[in-house]
DNA sequence: TTCAGCCTGTCG
DNA sequence: CGACAGGCTGAA
């Protein structure tokens, strides 16, 4: 479900609120999930006392920044954070609550594909360097650079955290779609032209989706548990057998790099 | 570079 | 009942 936007988007109305604020208290509801996580009860306990210094987040991850370590989430397909939720009843979805003196941090994640660790400053910035560039600071250079330098498909590209970090499956069709190319074409044989709309596509595809909250298309809401309002501008995610909304050739779908993938076979070159 | 696997839910 | 789902990993 988040991918850059909606992370984004849950960070800025995080930092609001929880900026500066005390972890009076840890809940864990989910013993197995943390476990899965290698993460020992004692050592997440050990962060109770720490002042939330700051919010970090480069592509889908988002790390909560305290005194001497960093707690790295990422909300897989379905992971939500939500911010003094009502109805905290005992859930199987639930899988840990942080308790700040300015509000409860819930973390949910029903399918459990998402992610929490605690770093070091030291291998947070390891970790950081491992995943590409973020796809909101990308600059046009960095981008042909990267597309010249491979030869694999370029769904499959935009896709690798470890090339460009922040895009998923729903912004990448949806920026294929905008740029007019092709999800089957390569890296390299794009010209300096295709790169260049890519990179326009993306930075505005990335900053709209961002103004509008994100894309709910199942389960995102945001930390006030509710829904963003991107997927009202989708012009080919989940939408083929319809009609193109530019050419009206019924859209196709394939599978590229695993994924369901929705492209117009005409406006797509 | 494919593919099952991790989980749970929804839809047809 | 099968197909599919905003992600990602590790093994074949």
Do not use: W
Request: proline letters at 4%.
């Amino acid at each position: 479900m988040p991918e850059l936007p909606e992370v984004e988007t849950i960070k800025r109305d995080l930092e609001k609120i929880l900026t500066g604020a005390i972890l009076k208290k840890i809940i864990p509801y989910n013993l197995r999930f943390l476990e899965k996580n290698n993460l020992s009860l004692q050592e997440f306990k050990s962060l109770e006392g720490e002042r939330l210094n700051s919010f970090l987040r480069k592509g889908k991850f988002l790390a909560l920044l305290f005194k001497e370590r960093a707690l790295i989430l990422h909300l897989g397909l379905t992971g939500s954070l939500l911010l003094n939720s009502k109805n905290s009843s005992p859930s199987p979805h639930n899988i840990f609550s942080l308790i700040f003196d300015q509000g409860e941090l819930l973390f949910r994640d029903p399918r459990k594909f998402g992610k929490v660790f605690l770093l070091s400053m030291d291998d947070l910035s390891t970790f950081l360097n491992h995943l590409g560039v973020d796809a909101l600071e990308l600059t046009f250079e960095e981008l042909k650079k990267i597309l010249q330098g491979h030869r694999g498909r370029v769904k499959n590209l935009l896709l690798n955290q470890r090339i460009i970090a922040g895009l998923g499956n729903i912004y990448t069709d949806e920026l294929l779609f905008r740029a007019k190319i092709s999800p089957f074409r390569r890296g390299m044989e794009l010209s300096e032209e295709e790169i260049y709309r890519l990179y326009q596509e993306m930075q505005s595809l990335l900053a709209e989706a961002i103004a509008l909250r994100g894309s709910s298309i199942r389960d995102y809401v945001d930390s006030e548990g509710k829904k963003g309002r991107f997927q009202e501008k989708h012009l080919v995610y989940g939408k083929s057998g319809t009609p193109c909304p530019i050419c009206q050739t019924i859209l196709k779908r394939t599978i590229i790099a695993q994924r369901g993938t929705t492209y117009c076979p005409n406006c797509q070159k």
